[in-house]
């Protein structure tokens, strides 16, 4: 110890050097040493003034290492914010010197790790602030630059990680391999440059699926233990990384593998210090291995120490540690393969328990609490405790919106989303499975179409509010019209916080306690008045449908819409309506199998329990679907056995017995519905965009057709083609137009919805996505004021490949161009669920118009519903053996 001393009384010692020594000194050899270091500061040839505060600096930075050593150690979460404020102070005072780069470093770290405890984002949030403007004021020769970088790059995936933002991993990686260049081969702080760097590009594997990333982490996993002592910090941490990546992309294949990860494991839990952050991470770890290896081999010795890893990652840690979660779930996972094995219902009780303890942890990261409560949930599911998991799903649905924060892009909410396409149906069969189609129905509603909802969030009607709240009323427009504006994570997080704010406030006064709130089953049911709400999910045994109608909710089992059957058909169908087989005859057989299916399966046992009658005022009865999950692929409107001669007076075909309609959730056919009784109020003045020619895309010959029939029929239309229809042109022309309709190519992005896209002339530069479609709600609605409601929007027609087809990732959020224009204020969407072929969409839009033409009454509310039913029979009776030319037409909205 005194030589180390010796070499730190040097004047170049670097400050993180010095205060890891302390750290390790009793207290009066520390407080001896740091008078004698202030001393040798002092005796500098510079200004009493900077002497005093730098020496101040060292001083308070001594201070605030020795609080995070005892928070390491101890947990003691008070001594980490007295640390953080010596650090703080340190850093300010420290500001030109050459200490401040490591004094920066430990502010940083501490920081995080109070984030991690406390889990409030402004820590967060200032440490990645202190990191960026430190490196920025650190040149490259200086020896804490490597350390500073890793800092920044911790904090930045820690951020990614709990929050979701994109632009954070990306900068996360250039940190962490700035940090890497910054301690080249030998350098002592390299390996702990390759552990951040290894564990950022394991995010960016997760993130984007690159083998390249996947395949750089596991090297730098394994030089760093080629490079480190076993007990080190860097080498427990390769360990636990290589184990985990096994267990990632191993998927449990082979055992070899998995003995591996048990080894490195073991290694891990053999190296760790007791009670310390490592030592719970090796324990849970090795938990997940061992169970791994359980679930391949079935020994029961690796079930049981899997238990025992978990109750050691668990045990010491104080309740409300962010470590004690992970431990947890570990635990209740394995206990609930002993209870599978054994039948102990000791096991079963525990298993649940320490599964509901763990989402008790309210300041955990939304996506682990959604595991938590799933995790719950599932166990109680598998052994028949309906009560019990219908409560943890519910909970889990809950945390959705909070999973894909509103600070986040439109792109990064779709990737965090994704992740948990199906929970809502997943739920809601835990509810029906319980007896209980309300609370069903309430989940899907609650836990499907998230980012429609929120363009919905705002009720469109403020009369009441402003005539008795009006300064709230006020104070809410500004704050909605402010959200998603910020370029900041930060700022668009207290935008969000600012809006969600205002809606409180809103709530506790009386009358308002609902204002904004997802509808009640009351509300919900209301909405069947003009024609049952029909949700159609799958589930691993059977399917259902949840039927809203007049007299209550009630369910019709499906079995034969089993999870495996629905995704089976969906494979059959797209590949028999892929571009190139549209007009394939050899490929027709295979939709009308699909068709006769879903007649089976599906539409008979709807329509038999609806019991409807032939005819209501001379039309068809109206049904309103809303499927879930990969029903959304499927035409349910064109189900039946249209090849077949009838064999009783009503055809077995939807077609021939109800007019369909589709909606994403009851809430959207609600907002639709208020936006449609405005009415047009007079004459239908068309916008009609056509593009025969589009930069890199193929000729459609017939889109300017289509525009001269539209012309024709409805003089007052005004005709955007060619090199006139640029995205500024509709976008300008849309407003005060009650009719919009596009003759053009479209592009479904099925990474990220939000980014398919109608090829207009300047598609190429600037593209007219789903969010762009979207975010013309207000100029719309403010348009629609202006001409106070003479020419409100009432339908757009898409005459576009795939208009209504969403990524599978992302089924239940229903985000496709129909969609985005129901967004935009336009209650009712004419779409198509796949390619289209030219000639035969020509034929479709030319039956649909002329109908309209001779039924619409100016100034009654459009029925383009009827329209659609009638086209698609016009083509069926013109084209009978081409299925995929007359049944992939639909109607979304009112």
Same mark, same amino acid.
């Given at each position: 110890?005194?030589?180390?001393?010796?070499?730190?009384?040097?004047?170049?010692?670097?400050?993180?050097?010095?205060?890891?020594?302390?750290?390790?000194?009793?207290?009066?050899?520390?407080?001896?040493?740091?008078?004698?270091?202030?001393?040798?500061?002092?005796?500098?040839?510079?200004?009493?003034?900077?002497?005093?505060?730098?020496?101040?600096?060292?001083?308070?930075?001594?201070?605030?290492?020795?609080?995070?050593?005892?928070?390491?150690?101890?947990?003691?979460?008070?001594?980490?914010?007295?640390?953080?404020?010596?650090?703080?102070?340190?850093?300010?005072?420290?500001?030109?010197?050459?200490?401040?780069?490591?004094?920066?470093?430990?502010?940083?770290?501490?920081?995080?790790?109070?984030?991690?405890?406390?889990?409030?984002?402004?820590?967060?949030?200032?440490?990645?602030?202190?990191?960026?403007?430190?490196?920025?004021?650190?040149?490259?020769?200086?020896?804490?630059?490597?350390?500073?970088?890793?800092?920044?790059?911790?904090?930045?995936?820690?951020?990614?990680?709990?929050?979701?933002?994109?632009?954070?991993?990306?900068?996360?990686?250039?940190?962490?391999?700035?940090?890497?260049?910054?301690?080249?081969?030998?350098?002592?702080?390299?390996?702990?440059?390759?552990?951040?760097?290894?564990?950022?590009?394991?995010?960016?594997?997760?993130?984007?699926?690159?083998?390249?990333?996947?395949?750089?982490?596991?090297?730098?996993?394994?030089?760093?233990?080629?490079?480190?002592?076993?007990?080190?910090?860097?080498?427990?941490?390769?360990?636990?990384?290589?184990?985990?990546?096994?267990?990632?992309?191993?998927?449990?294949?082979?055992?070899?593998?998995?003995?591996?990860?048990?080894?490195?494991?073991?290694?891990?839990?053999?190296?760790?210090?007791?009670?310390?952050?490592?030592?719970?991470?090796?324990?849970?770890?090795?938990?997940?291995?061992?169970?791994?290896?359980?679930?391949?081999?079935?020994?029961?010795?690796?079930?049981?120490?899997?238990?025992?890893?978990?109750?050691?990652?668990?045990?010491?840690?104080?309740?409300?540690?962010?470590?004690?979660?992970?431990?947890?779930?570990?635990?209740?996972?394995?206990?609930?393969?002993?209870?599978?094995?054994?039948?102990?219902?000791?096991? %079963?009780?525990?298993?649940?328990?320490?599964?509901?303890?763990?989402?008790?942890?309210?300041?955990?990261?939304?996506?682990?609490?959604?595991?938590?409560?799933?995790?719950?949930?599932?166990?109680?599911?598998?052994?028949?405790?309906?009560?019990?998991?219908?409560?943890?799903?519910?909970?889990?649905?809950?945390?959705?919106?909070?999973?894909?924060?509103?600070?986040?892009?439109?792109?990064?909410?779709?990737?965090? %989303?994704?992740?948990?396409?199906?929970?809502?149906?997943?739920?809601?069969?835990?509810?029906?499975?319980?007896?209980?189609?309300?609370?069903?129905?309430?989940?899907?509603?609650?836990?499907?179409?998230?980012?429609?909802?929120?363009?919905?969030?705002?009720?469109?009607?403020?009369?009441? %509010?402003?005539?008795?709240?009006?300064?709230?009323?006020?104070?809410?427009?500004?704050?909605?019209?402010?959200?998603?504006?910020?370029?900041?994570?930060?700022?668009?997080?207290?935008?969000?916080?600012?809006?969600?704010?205002?809606?409180?406030?809103?709530?506790?006064?009386?009358?308002?306690?609902?204002?904004?709130?997802?509808?009640?089953?009351?509300?919900?049911?209301?909405?069947?008045?003009?024609?049952?709400?029909?949700?159609?999910?799958?589930?691993?045994?059977?399917?259902?449908?949840? %039927?809203?109608?007049?007299?209550?909710?009630?369910?019709?089992?499906?079995?034969?819409?089993?999870?495996?059957?629905?995704?089976?058909?969906?494979?059959?169908?797209?590949?028999?309506?892929?571009?190139?087989?549209?007009?394939?005859?050899?490929?027709?057989?295979?939709?009308?199998?699909?068709?006769?299916?879903?007649?089976?399966?599906?539409?008979?046992?709807?329509?038999?329990?609806?019991?409807?009658?032939?005819?209501?005022?001379?039309?068809?009865?109206?049904?309103?679907?809303?499927?879930?999950?990969?029903?959304?692929?499927?035409?349910?409107?064109?189900?039946?056995?249209?090849?077949?001669?009838?064999?009783?007076?009503?055809?077995?075909?939807?077609?021939?017995?109800?007019?369909?309609?589709?909606?994403?959730?009851?809430?959207?056919?609600?907002?639709?519905?208020?936006?449609?009784?405005?009415?047009?109020?007079?004459?239908?003045?068309?916008?009609?965009?056509?593009?025969?020619?589009?930069?890199?895309?193929?000729?459609?010959?017939?889109?300017?057709?289509?525009?001269?029939?539209?012309?024709?029929?409805?003089?007052?239309?005004?005709?955007?083609?060619?090199?006139?229809?640029?995205?500024?042109?509709?976008?300008?022309?849309?407003?005060?137009?009650?009719?919009?309709?596009?003759?053009?190519?479209?592009?479904?992005?099925?990474?990220?919805?939000?980014?398919?896209?109608?090829?207009?002339?300047?598609?190429?530069?600037?593209?007219?996505?789903?969010?762009?479609?979207?975010?013309?709600?207000?100029?719309?609605?403010?348009?629609?004021?202006?001409?106070?409601?003479?020419?409100?929007?009432?339908?757009?027609?898409?005459?576009?490949?795939?208009?209504?087809?969403?990524?599978?990732?992302?089924?239940?959020?229903?985000?496709?161009?129909?969609?985005?224009?129901?967004?935009?204020?336009?209650?009712?969407?004419?779409?198509?669920?796949?390619?289209?072929?030219?000639?035969?969409?020509?034929?479709?839009?030319?039956?649909?118009?002329?109908?309209?033409?001779?039924?619409?009454?100016?100034?009654?509310?459009?029925?383009?519903?009827?329209?659609?039913?009638?086209?698609?029979?016009?083509?069926?009776?013109?084209?009978?053996?081409?299925?995929?030319?007359?049944?992939?037409?639909?109607?979304?909205?009112?």
């Amino acid at each position: 110890m005194a030589s180390a001393l010796q070499e730190l009384a040097r004047s170049d010692a670097p400050m993180w050097a010095t205060v890891t020594v302390l750290a390790s000194l009793p207290p009066a050899a520390a407080l001896a040493y740091w008078r004698y270091r202030r001393g040798q500061l002092l005796s500098v040839g510079v200004a009493w003034s900077e002497r005093a505060r730098i020496a101040e600096a060292i001083d308070l930075g001594a201070q605030g290492e020795q609080l995070l050593a005892d928070f390491d150690h101890k947990r003691d979460a008070a001594a980490l914010s007295v640390g953080i404020d010596r650090l703080g102070k340190a850093v300010e005072h420290s500001h030109g010197s050459r200490h401040q780069a490591g004094l920066a470093v430990s502010l940083v770290m501490a920081l995080v790790g109070r984030y991690d405890r406390l889990r409030n984002p402004d820590d967060l949030d200032r440490a990645i602030d202190v990191a960026q403007r430190a490196v920025e004021n650190t040149s490259h020769d200086v020896p804490e630059r490597a350390r500073l970088l890793v800092a920044l790059g911790h904090g930045l995936q820690v951020r990614y990680g709990h929050v979701g933002d994109y632009a954070d991993l990306q900068r996360a990686l250039e940190a962490g391999r700035a940090a890497a260049r910054a301690a080249p081969s030998g350098h002592e702080f390299r390996p702990t440059c390759l552990e951040i760097l290894s564990n950022i590009l394991a995010d960016c594997f997760e993130r984007d699926g690159n083998p390249s990333d996947r395949d750089e982490a596991i090297r730098l996993g394994q030089e760093i233990l080629a490079t480190v002592p076993r007990r080190s910090d860097e080498g427990i941490a390769a360990l636990l990384a290589l184990g985990s990546w096994i267990l990632q992309t191993n998927e449990r294949g082979s055992l070899l593998a998995i003995d591996q990860a048990v080894d490195y494991g073991r290694r891990a839990v053999k190296a760790a210090p007791a009670k310390h952050p490592q030592g719970y991470s090796a324990h849970r770890q090795l938990s997940l291995a061992l169970r791994a290896r359980y679930e391949r081999r079935g020994d029961t010795e690796d079930l049981d120490g899997a238990i025992r890893q978990a109750e050691l990652a668990v045990r010491g840690l104080a309740p409300d540690d962010a470590l004690r979660i992970r431990g947890q779930l570990a635990l209740a996972e394995a206990l609930g393969h002993r209870y599978e094995r054994f039948r102990q219902r000791a096991d %079963l009780k525990r298993a649940i328990a320490e599964a509901q303890a763990a989402t008790l942890h309210t300041a955990a990261e939304a996506p682990l609490r959604v595991v938590a409560w799933l995790t719950a949930g599932k166990i109680a599911m598998d052994h028949r405790e309906y009560d019990t998991a219908v409560k943890a799903v519910e909970s889990a649905v809950a945390l959705l919106p909070h999973v894909a924060g509103r600070e986040l892009t439109a792109q990064d909410q779709e990737h965090r %989303l994704g992740k948990w396409n199906g929970v809502a149906s997943l739920a809601a069969s835990c509810a029906l499975a319980a007896n209980a189609p309300d609370q069903a129905l309430r989940l899907l509603e609650g836990g499907r179409g998230i980012l429609l909802t929120r363009a919905l969030s705002t009720p469109s009607d403020l009369t009441e %509010l402003r005539s008795q709240l009006p300064d709230l009323a006020t104070e809410l427009s500004q704050a909605a019209d402010t959200l998603d504006t910020g370029t900041a994570l930060s700022q668009r997080r207290r935008q969000r916080e600012t809006h969600e704010g205002v809606l409180e406030r809103i709530r506790a006064h009386e009358g308002f306690e609902a204002f904004a709130r997802p509808p009640s089953i009351d509300d919900l049911l209301s909405h069947a008045a003009q024609g049952p709400v029909v949700y159609l999910l799958s589930a691993p045994e059977r399917g259902y449908a949840i %039927l809203l109608t007049v007299d209550g909710v009630r369910t019709v089992p499906l079995p034969g819409a089993s999870s495996e059957a629905v995704v089976e058909r969906v494979a059959t169908l797209l590949e028999a309506v892929a571009p190139n087989r549209v007009l394939d005859r050899d490929a027709q057989p295979a939709v009308h199998e699909v068709l006769a299916w879903l007649w089976d399966a599906v539409a008979e046992p709807i329509l038999k329990s609806l019991s409807l009658p032939d005819s209501i005022a001379g039309q068809l009865p109206r049904v309103w679907w809303v499927p879930t999950g990969m029903f959304t692929f499927l035409p349910v409107h064109a189900a039946g056995h249209h090849r077949a001669a009838p064999t009783h007076s009503r055809p077995e075909t939807v077609l021939d017995r109800v007019t369909s309609s589709y909606v994403p959730t009851v809430r959207t056919l609600a907002a639709v519905r208020s936006a449609t009784q405005s009415g047009s109020g007079g004459h239908p003045h068309p916008l009609v965009v056509a593009l025969p020619e589009t930069p890199g895309a193929n000729e459609l010959r017939n889109a300017t057709r289509e525009a001269r029939l539209i012309s024709s029929l409805f003089p007052t239309a005004r005709v955007l083609v060619r090199e006139q229809a640029t995205r500024g042109r509709v976008e300008a022309e849309l407003t005060g137009r009650s009719w919009v309709h596009f003759a053009c190519h479209g592009h479904t992005d099925t990474e990220s919805p939000s980014r398919s896209r109608l090829l207009l002339h300047d598609h190429e530069h600037r593209p007219f996505t789903v969010a762009d479609v979207s975010a013309l709600q207000q100029g719309l609605r403010a348009g629609r004021e202006l001409q106070q409601r003479v020419r409100a929007p009432e339908m757009a027609y898409l005459s576009t490949c795939d208009s209504a087809r969403t990524s599978p990732r992302l089924a239940d959020e229903s985000l496709h161009l129909a969609a985005a224009f129901q967004l935009a204020g336009f209650p009712q969407v004419v779409a198509a669920l796949w390619p289209l072929a030219d000639e035969a969409a020509y034929s479709f839009a030319e039956d649909f118009y002329r109908h309209i033409h001779a039924t619409h009454t100016p100034g009654a509310r459009l029925d383009a519903a009827t329209a659609v039913r009638h086209a698609t029979l016009k083509a069926r009776a013109s084209f009978p053996s081409l299925p995929a030319v007359w049944a992939g037409h639909v109607h979304f909205g009112a």
